[in-house]
């Protein structure tokens, strides 16, 4: 709603104009960073696109639906796997990407609804234990379905998965181009964000549509939404399965891309990492969520990069392990954050408004 | 039968430690409605910091018979938890006591994160072994077989849930605890100190917490920095299953867990004819956590609903 207004106040003219300067943005970005930085920047700005989906698709259940979830990494996984035992030589099968990644998403969703049919009646923490418990089910399992039907090939993951190929064009190897050789990254890049595009504007469409009202409705108050003949049960199905759909749609594209998973990139911690990314980000407004993907996707990195040459500068040896310090510093930013500025960093005008009364009452 | 009579006792001992864990979650949602998602963390620190108290009076010559080392580890341990428990309640819980509940979830999840890698920093991200100096000897019940220290582990944690419930019951502390999470507002009324009283249920149940930790220590032989994590989940479980909330509930609830997933684990290999085998020891709790919230959500004991979470 919020953005709607601020979106209605700017004239066409400027609408048009900001467009047009994010697109040329966006479309020269690769090159800008691929050729200052390299293509290892690039892959972590792939990564990021791939976390605004993932951070999208949570938002509309902890943002739009306030339903607290700890484990959306499970469906994430769910994704990943589905598209890696139908694209890789395990079981060998070899399903086209655009089978495979909507496959990942439908059964995401069916996951997302097998969550949320038991807690239906669940709020607050006690729903963020279940899901956290049920994002560990999921992991216990991709750990251990390896006998005595091996399945999803145990704690050594899948590998050699299939890269998306579009006609002749495989996205795993590097493209010439007139005498240019662009590497793999610049392929997923486009690829990756035709596809955020999309769920970006899913999410949109939602928000303002009546589900979104509907949301809103229950999250506030739940009981007066349904005196208002909203189906409650059926709203928080769709939201955990619209949620799942973005988290699985992420999934593939992190199989592919990676080309090896294994149960390991699906534990709780990155679980925490998308919810911090919603709530540092500013919770349930779209431009918020995606810059907090964009933030603590590029921040760890750069830090990583940072840590080591700064202590070997200031005290000449290592006094802590990069990756050590790197977490040290992602828990006290949430804490630090959180204490604050708990309203995150680009929120929404109505929960802006909110947290001032509270601040005043 | 002598199986299933050894899976009850695994799961008795395993179950207590559950319990006194329980115990620290229970108190503090029984006073301020929230959850302490760094409970475990204060586990693993009890563990951590008795194992090296324990070792660097051992590498000091100190020779002194096992228990009491462990007990003088204890004694650093407790207080030190305790003022962990302080702390945590301090900095995450505290200042956003009238901020929407996901604000303290957010915060005690990034003190736990930066505890565990606070114990990377200090103890390594390897396990840790704890100092064999307590004895391993069994004791033979009806076929089935318990080690001396398992039989202390038990005994102790009885003894001190029992303490716990009089010093509930009877003290002052134990009437304004009381008090306090039947109605914080008209407890302050009645001249109880509400934020001295909620600082004593966190340091009350970091302590239960690092004796747990001890207790795990000793049981496992080792010590992780991870380790809180699957531990204070399976004791918010037991909490839960017994009705949050509810001290003689999560008692109930501990014990009850311990050995649901020892006999799990010991039968669900049979069960289903060898397609699943002991290592989804771990899904019991989550299950029964599920299986709990949606037919009971108030616990075995609890009065309450879950509406409140």
Same mark, same amino acid.
């Given at each position: 709603?919020?953005?709607?207004?601020?979106?209605?106040?700017?004239?066409?003219?400027?609408?048009?104009?900001?467009?047009?300067?994010?697109?040329?943005? %966006? &479309?020269?970005?690769p090159?800008? #960073?691929? $050729?200052?930085? /390299?293509?290892?920047? *690039?892959?972590? !700005?792939? =990564?990021?696109?791939?976390?605004v989906? %993932? &951070?999208?698709?949570?938002?509309? #259940?902890? $943002?739009?639906? /306030?339903?607290?979830? *700890?484990?959306? !990494?499970? =469906?994430?996984?769910?994704?990943?796997?589905?598209?890696?035992?139908?694209?890789?030589?395990?079981?060998?099968?070899?399903?086209?990407?655009?089978?495979? !990644?909507?496959?990942?998403?439908?059964?995401?969703?069916?996951?997302?609804?097998?969550?949320?049919?038991?807690?239906?009646?669940?709020?607050?923490?006690?729903?963020? !234990?279940?899901?956290?418990?049920?994002?560990e089910?999921?992991?216990?399992?991709?750990?251990?379905?390896?006998?005595?039907?091996?399945?999803?090939n145990?704690?050594?993951?899948?590998?050699?998965?299939?890269?998306?190929?579009?006609?002749?064009?495989?996205?795993?190897?590097?493209?010439?181009?007139?005498?240019?050789?662009?590497?793999?990254?610049?392929?997923?890049?486009?690829?990756?964000?035709?596809?955020?595009?999309?769920?970006?504007?899913?999410?949109?469409r939602?928000?303002?549509?009546?589900?979104?009202?509907?949301?809103?409705?229950?999250?506030?108050?739940?009981?007066?939404?349904a005196?208002?003949?909203?189906?409650?049960?059926n709203?928080?199905?769709?939201?955990?399965?619209?949620?799942?759909?973005?988290?699985?749609?992420?999934?593939?594209?992190?199989?592919?891309?990676q080309?090896?998973i294994?149960?390991?990139?699906?534990?709780?911690?990155?679980?925490?990492?998308?919810?911090?990314?919603?709530?540092?980000?500013?919770?349930?407004?779209?431009?918020?969520?995606?810059?907090?993907?964009?933030?603590?996707?590029?921040?760890?990195?750069?830090?990583?990069?940072?840590i080591?040459?700064l202590?070997?500068?200031?005290f000449?040896?290592?006094?802590?392990?990069?990756?050590?310090?790197?977490?040290?510093?992602?828990?006290?930013?949430?804490?630090?954050?959180?204490?604050?500025?708990?309203?995150?960093?680009?929120?929404?005008?109505?929960?802006?408004?909110?947290?001032?009364?509270?601040?005043?009452? | 039968?002598?199986?299933?009579?050894?899976?009850?006792?695994?799961?008795?001992?395993?179950?207590?430690?559950?319990?006194?864990?329980?115990?620290?979650?229970?108190?503090?949602?029984?006073?301020?409605g929230?959850?302490?998602?760094?409970?475990g963390?204060?586990?693993?620190?009890?563990?951590?910091?008795?194992?090296?108290?324990?070792?660097?009076?051992?590498?000091?010559?100190?020779?002194l018979?096992?228990?009491i080392?462990?007990?003088?580890?204890?004694?650093?341990?407790?207080?030190?938890?305790?003022?962990?428990?302080?702390?945590?309640?301090?900095?995450?819980?505290?200042?956003l006591?009238?901020?929407?509940?996901?604000?303290?979830?957010?915060?005690?999840?990034?003190?736990?994160?930066?505890?565990?890698?606070?114990?990377?920093?200090?103890?390594?991200?390897n396990?840790?072994?704890?100092?064999?100096?307590?004895?391993h000897?069994?004791?033979?019940?009806?076929?089935?077989s318990?080690?001396?220290?398992?039989?202390?582990?038990?005994?102790l944690?009885?003894?001190?849930?029992?303490?716990l419930?009089?010093?509930?019951?009877?003290?002052?502390?134990?009437?304004?605890m009381?008090?306090?999470?039947?109605n914080?507002?008209?407890?302050?009324?009645?001249?109880?100190?509400?934020?001295?009283?909620?600082?004593?249920?966190?340091?009350?149940?970091?302590?239960?917490?690092?004796?747990?930790?001890?207790?795990?220590?000793?049981?496992?032989?080792?010590?992780?920095?991870?380790?809180?994590?699957?531990?204070?989940?399976?004791?918010?479980?037991?909490?839960?299953?017994?009705?949050?909330?509810?001290?003689?509930?999560?008692?109930?609830?501990?014990?009850?867990?311990?050995?649901?997933?020892?006999?799990?684990?010991?039968?669900?290999?049979?069960?289903?004819?060898?397609?699943?085998?002991?290592?989804?020891?771990?899904?019991?709790?989550?299950?029964?956590?599920?299986?709990?919230?949606i037919?009971?959500?108030?616990?075995?004991?609890?009065?309450?609903?879950?509406?409140?979470?």
């Amino acid at each position: 709603m919020t953005m709607a207004l601020e979106m209605n106040k700017l004239d066409t003219n400027k609408k048009v104009g900001l467009f047009l300067v994010s697109a040329i943005v %966006l &479309a020269v970005l690769p090159f800008v #960073v691929g $050729g200052l930085l /390299g293509n290892s920047w *690039l892959r972590i !700005i792939d =990564f990021a696109l791939l976390y605004v989906m %993932l &951070a999208l698709g949570l938002n509309i #259940v902890v $943002g739009f639906a /306030g339903l607290l979830d *700890l484990g959306f !990494i499970a =469906f994430y996984a769910v994704g990943a796997y589905t598209f890696a035992l139908l694209g890789s030589p395990h079981f060998g099968i070899h399903l086209p990407f655009y089978i495979t !990644i909507p496959l990942g998403a439908l059964v995401a969703a069916f996951f997302g609804i097998l969550l949320g049919t038991p807690v239906l009646r669940l709020k607050g923490d006690y729903l963020a !234990i279940v899901t956290l418990g049920f994002g560990e089910i999921v992991r216990i399992f991709m750990n251990n379905l390896n006998a005595p039907i091996n399945i999803t090939n145990g704690p050594q993951g899948i590998n050699l998965i299939d890269p998306v190929k579009v006609g002749g064009l495989s996205f795993g190897k590097s493209l010439e181009i007139a005498g240019h050789s662009f590497n793999s990254v610049y392929l997923y890049y486009y690829f990756f964000l035709a596809l955020t595009v999309l769920v970006v504007i899913m999410a949109w469409r939602l928000q303002h549509s009546r589900i979104g009202r509907a949301w809103v409705a229950m999250r506030e108050d739940s009981i007066a939404a349904a005196a208002m003949g909203l189906n409650i049960r059926n709203i928080k199905l769709l939201a955990f399965s619209l949620g799942a759909l973005s988290g699985g749609v992420a999934g593939g594209l992190f199989a592919s891309f990676q080309g090896f998973i294994s149960p390991e990139s699906f534990g709780l911690l990155e679980s925490v990492m998308i919810l911090a990314m919603i709530v540092l980000g500013g919770m349930g407004h779209i431009p918020g969520v995606i810059l907090g993907a964009v933030v603590l996707t590029v921040a760890p990195e750069v830090l990583r990069d940072v840590i080591g040459p700064l202590q070997m500068h200031t005290f000449g040896r290592m006094l802590i392990d990069p990756e050590n310090a790197r977490m040290l510093i992602f828990g006290l930013a949430l804490v630090v954050m959180m204490l604050l500025r708990p309203e995150g960093m680009w929120p929404s005008k109505r929960r802006k408004a909110e947290f001032d009364d509270a601040k005043k009452g | 039968m002598d199986i299933f009579l050894q899976q009850i006792l695994n799961g008795l001992v395993l179950g207590s430690i559950y319990a006194l864990i329980a115990l620290g979650y229970t108190m503090v949602y029984g006073i301020m409605g929230l959850i302490n998602f760094a409970h475990g963390e204060v586990v693993m620190m009890g563990a951590m910091v008795t194992i090296t108290v324990v070792t660097s009076l051992m590498g000091a010559g100190v020779n002194l018979p096992g228990p009491i080392l462990v007990l003088i580890g204890l004694v650093i341990a407790i207080p030190a938890c305790a003022l962990l428990g302080y702390t945590i309640e301090r900095v995450a819980y505290r200042p956003l006591r009238n901020a929407p509940r996901l604000a303290p979830l957010i915060t005690a999840i990034g003190l736990s994160i930066v505890l565990q890698q606070v114990a990377i920093l200090i103890w390594g991200r390897n396990y840790i072994p704890f100092p064999s100096i307590l004895s391993h000897d069994t004791v033979e019940i009806f076929g089935a077989s318990i080690t001396v220290l398992q039989v202390m582990i038990i005994v102790l944690c009885l003894v001190i849930m029992a303490g716990l419930l009089i010093m509930v019951e009877k003290t002052k502390l134990g009437r304004a605890m009381r008090a306090t999470s039947q109605n914080p507002g008209v407890a302050s009324l009645m001249g109880v100190n509400v934020n001295t009283i909620i600082s004593s249920t966190f340091m009350l149940g970091s302590a239960l917490g690092a004796i747990a930790g001890v207790m795990v220590a000793t049981n496992y032989d080792q010590a992780h920095y991870y380790m809180g994590f699957l531990i204070g989940l399976k004791a918010f479980t037991a909490a839960v299953l017994g009705g949050i909330g509810n001290l003689g509930g999560a008692v109930a609830g501990g014990i009850l867990l311990g050995i649901i997933e020892s006999l799990g684990a010991g039968y669900i290999g049979t069960l289903t004819g060898g397609f699943l085998g002991s290592h989804y020891q771990d899904i019991f709790a989550f299950m029964v956590l599920i299986l709990v919230l949606i037919f009971r959500p108030s616990g075995l004991l609890g009065e309450k609903m879950a509406d409140r979470a």
